[in-house]
């Protein structure tokens, strides 16, 4: 099981909001930045957020994030068919000296 | 645009070697940390291991899974870095990706087969 924790499936209509969590500790999280990714069907995974609220280039303002605590939330607004994809947190974990990840959380738009 | 491509990956038996490949381009590599990240058919991201920069002395880190068995090395004169796989179990078989800098750009991956 992932160190951190994430929904396993969300979902909501087009044009509507969702949110997605991600949980993990104070070794992770807590110290240290998220970042969050998004793998469309059959494709490698594409960075959409750095250093926790960060949006990578090209990413559209559509999808944000914000992190509290010891949980991280990415926001993704004016939802499309095609943001249908599996979505990944992750963040250093300084007591394990590596890179943890969510399990995935896979959005469909209804 | 940074491109990133991976090669190498096949299927290999159990207890085999692999060394997969990734060749960097449109950016200076030394000046950049590199990570493995593997994901197993079906299942989520796995970080495998990275390589710090030039700056911070090429330190390595390895997932404790692979901690042992598995090496990260790179070759500033070819932009190259390399996953040297060794003892390779059934549970090893993912698309391996090269990443660069904690995630800002991913390669296509190349898929490892570990099985007899």
């Known amino acids: 099981q992932s160190v951190l924790t994430q929904p396993p499936s969300v979902s909501a209509a087009p044009g509507q909001k969702v949110t997605i969590s991600c949980s993990g500790s104070?070794?992770?999280?807590?110290?240290?930045?998220v970042s969050w990714y998004q793998q469309l069907p059959g494709t490698a995974p594409k960075s959409l957020i750095y250093?926790?609220?960060k949006r990578t280039s090209g990413i559209p303002d559509r999808f944000s994030a914000s992190k509290a605590g010891t949980s991280a939330t990415l926001g993704i607004s004016g939802l499309q068919t095609g943001d249908e994809a599996d979505y990944y947190c992750?963040?250093?974990?300084?007591?394990?000296?590596?890179?943890?990840f969510g399990g995935g959380t896979k959005l469909t738009v209804l | 645009e940074v491109q990133l491509v991976e090669s190498g990956g096949g299927l290999v038996q159990p207890g085999g070697s692999l060394r997969l490949s990734c060749a960097a381009s449109?950016?200076?590599?030394?000046?950049?940390?590199m990570d493995w990240v593997r994901q197993a058919p079906g299942k989520g991201l796995e970080w495998v291991g990275r390589?710090?920069?030039?700056?911070?002395?090429?330190?390595?880190?390895?997932a404790a899974s692979v901690k042992g068995r598995f090496t990260i090395s790179r070759d500033d004169s070819k932009n190259s870095m390399y996953l040297h796989m060794n003892s390779l179990q059934t549970d090893d078989t993912a698309v391996y990706y090269c990443?660069?800098?904690f995630g800002a750009g991913w390669g296509q991956g190349t898929l490892v087969i570990v099985s007899s």
């Open positions: 990443v660069r800098d």
């Open positions: 992750g963040a250093w974990d300084t007591s394990l000296s590596g890179e943890v």
């Open positions: 104070s070794s992770n999280i807590g110290n240290n930045h």
């Open positions: 449109e950016f200076t590599f030394s000046d950049h940390y």
């Open positions: 390589s710090t920069n030039k700056l911070n002395s090429y330190t390595t880190y390895y």
């Open positions: 250093d926790s609220n």
